[in-house]
């Protein structure tokens, strides 16, 4: 028999390294989810692969600091204003985190779970929601895991706010698309970018002289009088 002309009839997706791999993937997928679900701890393994060891050192060392600070003030000194910062610190750090480990999970994940699906679609109404509210301190709006995560402060000026909402929609749209396949619309809600509408003026100006010297030429006569 011809061992090489009977290897192209196995199927590298059967292959030893091959399920290897799939079995891999799964097992990373798994950790992205019980990290997102649950808050369970990263593998450091799994932590460099997908370039996430920074941003988790830096959430999990503000996460104890704040786990570790009095209830209320004290005698040391340790005011309000103190707490406050460091559980803003802390917030942001998990907030970043999150994103990161999401985006390194729909990397690899085929078709992600319909619960995480339904909560991305939440956070899209969300964001949607905040170009038509103002009060982003009403309790009935205030979602700070939200506003972490995607870079907002919302005690920003409105039209700094407004512009911090639209980068997040157009991210966290795109990617939603490339999960379920819906039809972007976030040029319906914020207009298209000013680069995108000046396309296609630079593309019709060619096809106009073009058009101008053609039937210039079809008269008889030179372009451009």
Known sequence: MNQQTDNMYIDDRYSDEALRKREEIREHISWFREFLTFGTSLPEHIRRRYGLEEDYQRYKKLEIQVHRMPAEPDCRGYGKEQRMKELCEAGRAKG??????EKAYESICPAPARDYLEEKYQELLYLRGMVYWKDYDDPMWYKPEILNKYGIDHKE???????????????????????????????????????????????EAPENGARENRMCRRKGRRPGF
């Open 96 to 101: 970043k985190i999150t994103l990161a480990v």
């Open 157 to 203: 000026p409105r039209e700094t706010v407004l512009k911090q909402v639209e980068k997040a929609y157009r991210e966290l749209d795109a990617r939603f698309c490339r999960m379920t396949g819906k039809k972007p619309d976030a040029d319906e809600l914020f207009g298209k970018p000013a680069v995108r509408q000046s396309v296609p003026a630079q593309k």
